[in-house]
């Protein structure tokens, strides 16, 4: 399994910007489509967005579509979720995830997971 460390976590006011990075270890990314999750305080983990092993295809949450980005670069074995626009209830832990079978919205297809990076939006 590739090993996942997210970064870039923070305490932001609403409307700011936050840039969060997944960095990979032990397995090359490029063989995987790459996930963002993430959980609000008392809720259940919920999909944010999601990118093909290429990048090529990437797909929203609702909620984030028109102000989260999903990226990756290949060459740095790293992904990225650029954050604009930031609200209170985006609000929770930020997990990486990868998946082996392709890009989803469901938890279940991600095989590895990262320990999780702190976003808190204050109002």
């Known amino acids: 399994q590739v090993q996942l460390v997210e970064s870039g976590g923070g305490l932001v006011q609403a409307g700011d910007s936050l840039r969060l990075s997944c960095a990979a270890s032990r397995r090359t990314l490029s063989n995987y489509a790459m996930g963002w999750f993430r959980q609000p305080p008392g809720k259940e983990r919920e999909f944010v967005a999601t990118?093909?092993?290429?990048?090529?295809?990437?797909y929203y949450a609702d909620s984030v579509k028109g102000r989260f980005i999903i990226s990756r670069d290949n060459a740095k074995n790293a992904v990225y979720l650029q954050m604009n626009s930031l609200k209170a209830e985006d609000t929770a832990v930020y997990y990486c995830?990868?998946?082996?079978?392709?890009?989803?919205?469901?938890?279940?297809?991600?095989?590895?997971w990262g320990q999780g990076t702190q976003v808190t939006v204050s109002s």
């Open positions: 990118i093909s092993w290429s990048g090529g295809s990437t």
């Open positions: 995830a990868a998946s082996e079978h392709g890009v989803g919205t469901r938890s279940i297809l991600y095989d590895s």
